[in-house]
Nanobody
Framework: QVQLVESGGGLVQPGGSMRLSCAAAGTMFSNYIMAWYRQAPGKQRALVAIIGTHFNTHYADSEEGRFTISRDNAKNTVYLQMTSLKTEDTAVYYC???????????WGQGTQVTVSS
């Protein structure tokens, strides 16, 4: 079992920045592929970014260059640094962990990010 707890969401103005964190417990964190997904109101959950066990990364097209995913295996934590935020980035952001596929079996509870003036 893997427990994932997100933090760092809130309200930010357009053009601002925000960093989300996801702390993992109950697992060999370094063995897991980690990802961030988001779900906007009325839309399906969508992939934002992935970081593999060898720190390789992949981003959805709309986030390329604005978002950065990273991980600290010593802290069992994955991060999502978001810059140049847009109103359309407003969503609940979820952390996800999987061994050899995504989405993996484990989800966090989600953290709300609202981009508004």
């Amino acid at each position: 079992q893997v427990q994932l707890v997100e933090s760092g969401g809130g309200l930010v103005q357009p053009g601002g920045s925000m960093r989300l964190s996801c702390a993992a417990a109950g697992t060999m964190f370094s063995n897991y592929i980690m990802a961030w997904y988001r779900q906007a109101p009325g839309k399906q959950r969508a992939l934002v970014a992935i970081i593999g066990t060898h720190f390789n990364t992949h981003y959805a097209d709309s986030e390329e260059g604005r978002f950065t995913i990273s991980r600290d295996n010593a802290k069992n934590t994955v991060y999502l640094q978001m810059t140049s935020l847009k109103t359309e980035d407003t969503a609940v952001y979820y952390c996800n962990a999987g061994v050899n596929r995504l989405p993996g079996d484990y989800w966090g509870q989600g953290t709300q990010v609202t981009v508004s003036s």
